[in-house]
């Protein structure tokens, strides 16, 4: 990067840093730095769930999707907008007359202790390891920047982000969330605007959408009903649904976000303002991916964007080998590149033939420069067993730093660590949380001492931030960072919803039988995922109805015991 891009991203980050610090001063108890003192306004609260669901992993790994696999990801989102009316019309008023610090807290009132504290186990775990691949991001950006060992990286990150979450708590992240997304949308719409104008002069927005459909990378609507396919407008709305539910309605991360509002209706409004807001921000951030695409039709994209390894793998003995699949490499993407021209032209003539031949032609060259690809991948493995052929992750990055204007460069990195830290620092402050209120004052201590319950809070925050980096340091083995979060997610969140939904909607239903209709299910889920089943959205849903249905057969089975 240029001293300009330092300068900006510094400045950026030291601004944030610094304002957040400064607005939670005063947090002398576990009600301010948990919660925040329950005094946020709608906008903060609607800011605030965005940043902390918009992390690194979006702006990283969002366009890399696009770029690979096309805009079918935008599906995934569909469910949104109808989960924060429901959450708005049930949840949100449930937890704020309740006044309860985590979502957990209600699940002992209405059951017993113990099916309290295994919905906050299997939330910890989820959320523990979630939050460790949040840091792993933005440690990629450091490591390609200054050519460092991302593990040196990766501890750096989740060091800064600790120290800054143990100091301000909610407060310091609610109040640099609502800064961290006004510069996130500035960043993006300067990004889309410039990867437009660094296509060619004859192709401009509308075209470079129908070069990339013609590339069978633009639909991003699918109606067919295939459990073997992840992105579908039924996975997204009905298994979208579920996962969206139980990941505002029942992750601390985000359910401590809409706790902080001032009433009700601030905490309402928060929600239903991220439901509008965040489908478009989604879809607009892969288009972005769509028109990297697009760029590198018509210049040449490197082998592999990792640069870092293919530094490494040159460097060793297999340097021939790699030599000789850049050469296929380069003349594969000159013959494209005329087929490219073609095909633009053909647009522009509305000639239906010559469109399609373009099209047969760019498909066969994707299916060669596929194995140009693979040949470089086990080239990769033989040099070194343990290395990453994924570099989906680094597309977007590497279009960045090569080819954006000096200044912007800075910028758009200043925007991947500002969505790092707010998901971070969220993510680290509802493990903290539900550590001290619903594992240690009701498995340890119950005695009330505010000063003693805010230091242990800060001491947990610390902890977890430990564990993050660990889980942080085997992240680069987990492929696209965006999947395996949402992957991991769906392991958990449709168990825990479904628990929820047992507490709100079946009252006769005890404490045993979901307790145990939770475990079992679990075990459903993870059987159904181990051997791919069904992917991973639907995994939701069935996580969500096996507690119910469980949960009642078991309830009838116990009352007929007893008479």
């Given at each position: 990067m240029?001293?300009?891009?330092?300068?900006?991203?510094?400045?950026?980050?030291?601004?944030?840093?610094?304002?957040?610090?400064?607005?939670?001063?005063?947090?002398?108890?576990?009600?301010?730095?948990?919660?925040?003192?329950?005094s946020?306004?709608?906008?903060?609260?609607?800011f605030?769930?965005?940043?902390?669901?918009?992390?690194?992993?979006?702006?990283?790994?969002?366009?890399?999707?696009a770029?690979?696999?096309?805009?079918?990801?935008?599906?995934?989102?569909?469910?949104?907008?109808?989960?924060?009316i429901?959450?708005?019309?049930?949840?949100?008023?449930?937890?704020?007359?309740?006044?309860?610090?985590?979502?957990?807290?209600?699940?002992?009132?209405r059951?017993?202790?113990?099916?309290?504290?295994?919905?906050?186990?299997?939330?910890?775990?989820?959320?523990?390891?979630?939050?460790?691949?949040?840091?792993?991001?933005?440690?990629?950006?450091?490591?390609?920047?200054?050519?460092?060992?991302?593990?040196?990286?990766?501890?750096?990150?989740?060091?800064?982000?600790?120290?800054?979450?143990?100091?301000?708590?909610?407060?310091?992240?609610?109040?640099?969330?609502?800064l961290?997304?006004?510069i996130?949308?500035?960043?993006l719409?300067?990004?889309?605007?410039?990867?437009?104008?660094?296509?060619p002069?004859?192709?401009?927005?509308?075209?470079a959408?129908?070069?990339?459909?013609?590339?069978?990378?633009a639909?991003?609507?699918?109606?067919?009903?295939?459990?073997?396919?992840?992105?579908?407008?039924?996975?997204?709305?009905?298994?979208?649904?579920?996962?969206?539910?139980?990941?505002?309605?029942?992750?601390?991360?985000?359910?401590?976000r809409?706790?902080?509002?001032?009433?009700?209706?601030?905490?309402?409004?928060?929600?239903?303002m991220?439901?509008?807001?965040?489908?478009?921000?989604q879809?607009?951030?892969?288009?972005?991916?769509?028109?990297?695409?697009?760029?590198?039709?018509?210049?040449?994209?490197?082998?592999?964007?990792?640069?870092?390894?293919?530094?490494e793998?040159?460097?060793?003995?297999?340097?021939?080998?790699?030599l000789?699949?850049?050469?296929?490499?380069?003349?594969?993407?000159?013959?494209?590149?005329?087929?490219?021209s073609?095909?633009?032209?053909?647009?522009?003539?509305?000639?239906?033939?010559?469109?399609?031949?373009?099209?047969?032609?760019?498909?066969?060259?994707?299916?060669?420069?596929?194995?140009?690809?693979?040949?470089?991948?086990?080239?990769?493995?033989?040099g070194?067993?343990?290395?990453?052929?994924?570099?989906?992750?680094?597309?977007?990055?590497?279009f960045?730093?090569?080819?954006?204007?000096?200044?912007?460069?800075?910028?758009?990195?200043?925007?991947?660590?500002?969505?790092?830290?707010?998901?971070?620092?969220?993510?680290?402050?509802?493990?903290?949380?539900?550590?001290?209120?619903?594992?240690?004052?009701?498995?340890?201590s119950?005695?009330?001492?505010?000063?003693?319950d805010?230091?242990?809070?800060?001491?947990?925050?610390?902890?977890w931030?430990?564990?993050?980096?660990?889980?942080?340091?085997?992240a680069?083995?987990?492929?696209?960072?965006?999947?395996?979060?949402?992957?991991?997610?769906?392991?958990?969140?449709?168990?825990?919803?479904?628990?929820?939904?047992?507490?709100?909607?079946?009252?006769?239903?005890?404490?045993?039988a979901?307790?145990?209709?939770a475990?079992?299910?679990?075990?459903?889920?993870?059987?159904c995922?181990?051997?791919?089943i069904?992917?991973?959205?639907?995994?939701?849903?069935?996580?969500?109805l096996?507690?119910?249905?469980?949960?009642?057969?078991?309830?009838?089975?116990?009352?007929?015991?007893?008479?």
């Amino acid at each position: 990067m240029s001293g300009a891009d330092w300068c900006v991203l510094v400045f950026t980050l030291l601004g944030i840093i610094c304002y957040g610090i400064y607005r939670s001063r005063g947090s002398r108890n576990i009600d301010g730095y948990l919660l925040g003192d329950k005094s946020l306004p709608w906008y903060h609260v609607c800011f605030s769930v965005m940043a902390t669901q918009a992390s690194a992993i979006t702006f990283l790994s969002a366009p890399g999707l696009a770029y690979t696999s096309g805009m079918g990801f935008a599906q995934f989102y569909f469910g949104l907008p109808l989960a924060m009316i429901v959450l708005s019309i049930t949840f949100v008023p449930m937890f704020h007359r309740l006044r309860v610090f985590t979502a957990y807290e209600f699940l002992e009132k209405r059951f017993d202790l113990k099916t309290r504290a295994i919905t906050a186990i299997l939330f910890l775990i989820q959320r523990g390891v979630s939050t460790g691949i949040t840091i792993y991001a933005p440690a990629v950006i450091l490591s390609s920047i200054l050519h460092l060992d991302i593990q040196y990286t990766t501890v750096a990150i989740g060091v800064l982000v600790i120290c800054y979450t143990m100091y301000g708590g909610t407060k310091a992240v609610s109040h640099t969330q609502l800064l961290q997304m006004s510069i996130i949308f500035i960043g993006l719409l300067l990004a889309g605007v410039t990867v437009v104008y660094l296509l060619p002069k004859d192709v401009g927005l509308i075209k470079a959408i129908h070069i990339a459909g013609k590339s069978g990378k633009a639909k991003a609507i699918d109606f067919s009903f295939d459990w073997n396919n992840q992105y579908t407008v039924w996975s997204g709305l009905i298994g979208g649904l579920f996962l969206q539910l139980s990941y505002f309605g029942t992750d601390q991360s985000q359910v401590g976000r809409y706790l902080t509002g001032s009433s009700i209706r601030d905490s309402r409004l928060g929600l239903l303002m991220n439901g509008l807001l965040k489908v478009p921000m989604q879809f607009f951030i892969l288009l972005i991916g769509l028109l990297v695409f697009v760029y590198y039709q018509y210049h040449a994209p490197p082998l592999f964007f990792n640069g870092q390894a293919l530094e490494e793998l040159e460097r060793g003995p297999y340097r021939e080998e790699l030599l000789s699949l850049h050469s296929e490499h380069e003349a594969l993407f000159a013959e494209k590149e005329k087929v490219v021209s073609e095909l633009s032209v053909a647009l522009d003539r509305n000639d239906e033939e010559a469109i399609n031949v373009a099209r047969e032609r760019l498909h066969e060259f994707g299916d060669k420069n596929g194995e140009i690809q693979e040949q470089l991948h086990q080239l990769m493995k033989v040099g070194n067993a343990r290395a990453d052929t994924n570099d989906n992750n680094y597309i977007f990055l590497h279009f960045v730093t090569q080819k954006m204007p000096k200044g912007l460069v800075g910028l758009l990195i200043a925007i991947v660590f500002l969505a790092s830290m707010g998901a971070t620092a969220s993510g680290l402050n509802a493990l903290a949380s539900t550590s001290v209120v619903d594992i240690y004052k009701r498995l340890v201590s119950r005695k009330v001492n505010d000063r003693l319950d805010l230091s242990l809070s800060r001491w947990m925050t610390l902890g977890w931030g430990l564990f993050c980096i660990g889980v942080a340091l085997f992240a680069q083995r987990l492929g696209n960072l965006l999947e395996a979060v949402n992957i991991l997610g769906s392991l958990f969140y449709g168990t825990i919803l479904g628990i929820f939904m047992v507490a709100f909607y079946l009252k006769k239903v005890g404490g045993s039988a979901t307790f145990v209709a939770a475990i079992i299910s679990e075990l459903i889920v993870v059987i159904c995922w181990k051997y791919e089943i069904m992917t991973f959205l639907w995994l939701n849903l069935l996580g969500c109805l096996s507690v119910m249905c469980l949960a009642t057969i078991l309830q009838a089975l116990q009352a007929k015991k007893i008479q």
